[in-house]
């Protein structure tokens, strides 16, 4: 989950997405929504399409193009098609130049090229997986809404503007972190139960030769940091 989120992130890192919904279905799949730019579809140049060499092929994502992403909060590309290898079923849907485009696979293998299936006015790609229980026989593969919830928390803290939803099927659970404020705001909150000293949170940023720092911090009368 996290590395497919983490795509998602990228994308909003790069200014080009501010909303992700991430869904966790009955079945105990899962499916990953956001509006950014959508993967390429455009042939590769081993005649593939982009989203297929993302989706099968390590070290093919957009990270290892410096042009693509200035930051990257994921790892290097692999994380897709690792994804989609480690799945009984997973589905690609990509909305982009005014089109809605699909693909699947089983087992990280395709199960046919890319379909063109429509039209649209909106972005983004949209990825649902099952766990291969071939792979993964022990039962505790269920995925926690409350170790998910967590971490969406946290990433929608380090990406001010970002809305993460939350959505459990099984259980009909619901959670939406955004936060304008990013870290400031995330400093608040773990200051909750304690008693700050001062009531502001200090705040600012800088870039250095390609380096972006945001530094948040308030004191408290506790004795750790």
Known sequence: VYEIVD??????????????????????????????RGIPVDKHKDGKSALEVVMT??????????????????????GASVVNALSSHCQVMVRRDGFIWKQEFSKGIPQGGVIKTGET???????????????FKDESVKFEFNILANRFRELAFLNAGLRITLIDERTSQKQEFSYAHGIMEFVSHLNETKKSTHPEVIYFKGTREDVEVEIAMQWNDSYTE
Do not use: M, Q, W
Not at 10 to 34: K, Q
Not at 124 to 135: A, L, M, N, S, Y
């Open 121 to 135: 006015d909106k972005r983004g790609t949209t990825v649902t997986f099952k766990p291969d229980r071939e792979i």
């Open 57 to 78: 092929v390590l070290h093919a994502g957009g990270k290892f193009n410096r042009d693509s992403y200035k930051v990257s909060g994921g790892l290097h590309g692999v």
């Open 7 to 36: 795509n998602s992130v990228d994308e909003a890192l790069a200014g080009v997405c501010d909303n992700i919904l991430v869904t966790i279905h009955a079945d105990d799949s899962l499916t990953v929504e956001d509006n950014g």
